[in-house]
């Protein structure tokens, strides 16, 4: 049964993909669906990028759901604040697409884990 964990889940492999419109389509389903996203439950992933943009992911869906015009109230689970970085730099972004944003600033919290998004990423719902 699909629920917001498995479909982080979902996410995090079209990310690692770059398939970047079963991503969005991803996210929209997360709106819809009007899980709270404090009910995300503690990965047990060991690889250490998937953990990252899993927490990553769960921190800018809280920003932008949070902000105008939706201002929900969502709360970042507690166990993405002890997430540390990816060893290995990554970028939500396909190689062949990097050159058009390689002069963009990045998302804090994407940059504090190592990974590569643009500050607006995600800021389409």
Known sequence: MENLDTTLDRMVDA???HEEIQFLDLVQYVWRR????SSAKKPNDNDALRLALKACLIER???IWNAPPKNSNE???DWCEKVPSS??????I???SRV???NEDGS???QRRNIFAPRDFMFFL
């Open 100 to 102: 058009f944003w390689e």
């Open 61 to 63: 869906m809280v920003e």
């Open 108 to 110: 804090p919290i994407f």
């Open 94 to 96: 396909s190689p062949e």
């Open 87 to 92: 060893p290995a730099h990554f970028s939500v």
């Open 34 to 37: 009007g899980w709270p996203l």
């Open 75 to 77: 709360q970042v689970p």
């Open 15 to 17: 990310l690692v993909a």
